[in-house]
């Protein structure tokens, strides 16, 4: 999605609200994973950005939190509501086959190889926070790679953000369907929250869930939800919606991460640089992050995040070294070869299932309606059937009264009356 200087900033919004693919983002995947294999891999040498691979993981989030509260806001357009078991099903579809399937292939590896360590022990205590995606509240991370599946925090904090973001928004655009500020005042209040969690000392569980509300998703919903106004896309076209927007952006996120800088704000600079990428395709990294090897990276970027460290791990007893170079490159090669046989396999039949499944969902719903009136009018058919009928006879005069009122009654001239008139 293209726009020159002469058009409108309603013209500009109505194409936003048009397009069904946004070109690049699939290309940023393919960076934040990559980052994360080499945070785990390379042993991190060079100078300091070479160290802070970790924030693969915080785009993946701002990602999400952009593209997810689109889909939704879209969907209440389009429906007049949104969906929340249609959502979940696609959900499901996309996330639980693969991990599950992981995490059973590690259990096994570990009951086999590594029952009697402390890791294994430890890892196979954890399983039902494993296994109900609550390992980022349940499980100690400061260990780091000695925590055997340690990485999955990152998808239980995305899981956690589909599982409250969508009722709550639907609930928001309830309140007030025209308005959108309102949802934004939730946002703030969620950052703010989350924001204050995080700098607070306390170690009790509701202060770890309210600070395992990742800022890049809460970011990138807030933008989605100013992008999908009139009003709020006008104001963001200004800075975000211009061709420069996007590589100044990617250029400030550079930078941000060269040198020691706040996290929060190398957050902040990731959720408008995915919103600039939606907001045009025409800037000069586009194309470089479009490209089909680059998109297809990112399109099975989610089987790569979940097997990278089995991968990993086997090559590290190839090649006899645990951090290097050579071990970012081969694991790197070999798990993008897996997670697409894996996508091709496993995961787009599934995909593709689950969508199905999610427009029948959706076409009973739009059905419902017109059912229910069907029914209602066969009902009122059906009373108004077994209604007795009501039988007019005619009137019954008593003696008297009928002999009264024959008396009352004008009598016709008689024949004789009549001749002498």
């Known amino acids: 999605m293209s726009s020159s200087p002469s058009t409108t900033p ?11 693919r946004f070109g690049g983002l699939d290309g940023l995947r393919a960076l934040s994973v990559i980052a994360v294999i080499w945070h785990h891999t390379s042993g ?62 590690y259990v096994a590896l570990v009951l086999a190889t590594r029952a009697d360590t402390a890791e294994g ?11 109900t995606y609550t390992s980022n509240w349940f499980v100690d991370l400061g260990a780091g790679a000695s925590v055997i599946f340690y990485f999955a925090w990152s998808l ?7 599982l409250f973001w969508p009722p709550l928004l639907a609930c928001l655009l309830l309140l007030r369907p025209r308005r959108t500020a309102h949802v934004l005042a939730a946002l703030g209040a969620l950052i703010v929250i989350n924001q204050v969690a995080l700098a607070s000392s306390s170690s009790t569980l509701a202060v770890t869930i309210l600070g395992s509300l990742a800022l ?20 963001l076209r200004s800075t975000l919606g211009r061709r420069w927007s996007a590589p100044a952006l990617a250029l400030t996120l550079l930078a941000s991460i060269a040198v020691p800088t706040p996290e929060q704000v190398t957050q902040v600079v990731m959720a408008a640089l995915v919103a600039a990428m939606c907001m045009r395709d025409d800037s000069w990294i586009h194309p470089v992050l479009s490209c089909r090897p680059v998109a297809w990276v990112g399109v099975v970027s989610y089987g790569i995040y979940l097997m990278h460290m089995l ?40 995909i593709e299932r689950a969508r199905a499944l999610s427009a029948r969902h959706a076409e009973r719903v739009t059905a419902a309606p017109q059912r229910t009136d069907a029914f209602a009018d066969r009902a009122r058919e059906r009373r108004s059937a077994e209604q007795p009928r009501r039988i007019t006879r005619p009137a019954r005069l008593s003696a008297p009264r009928a002999a009264s009122d024959a008396r009352r009654a004008p009598r016709a001239p008689s024949a004789r009356r009549r001749c002498r008139r």
Do not use: C
């Not at 170079?325 to 090669?333: D, I, K, M, N, S």
């Open 121 to 131: 022990r430890y890892f196979l205590s954890k399983l039902p926070a494993f296994l």
């Open 10 to 20: 309603a013209a500009d919004h109505a194409r936003f609200l048009s397009t069904r």
């Open 44 to 105: 991190r040498p060079g100078p300091w950005i070479s160290s802070q691979g970790h924030y693969g993981v915080d785009l993946f989030f701002a990602l999400s939190g952009v593209l997810i509260t689109t889909l939704l806001l879209r969907e209440r357009d389009r429906r007049g509501r949104i969906s929340l078991i249609g959502f979940y099903i696609r959900r499901a579809g996309r996330i639980f086959p693969l991990y599950y399937l992981v995490l059973a292939t």
């Open 216 to 235: 890049p998703i809460l970011l990138g919903a807030a933008l989605a939800v100013a992008l999908h106004s009139p009003t709020g896309y006008a104001v």
């Open 156 to 162: 239980a904090t995305e899981e956690q953000f589909y």
């Open 311 to 350: 991968v990993a791990n086997a090559v590290r007893l190839l090649l006899g070294e645990q951090f290097s170079v050579a071990l970012f490159a081969v694991t790197t090669v070999v798990v993008i070869g897996v997670a697409a046989v894996s996508y091709r396999m496993l995961e787009a039949p599934l």
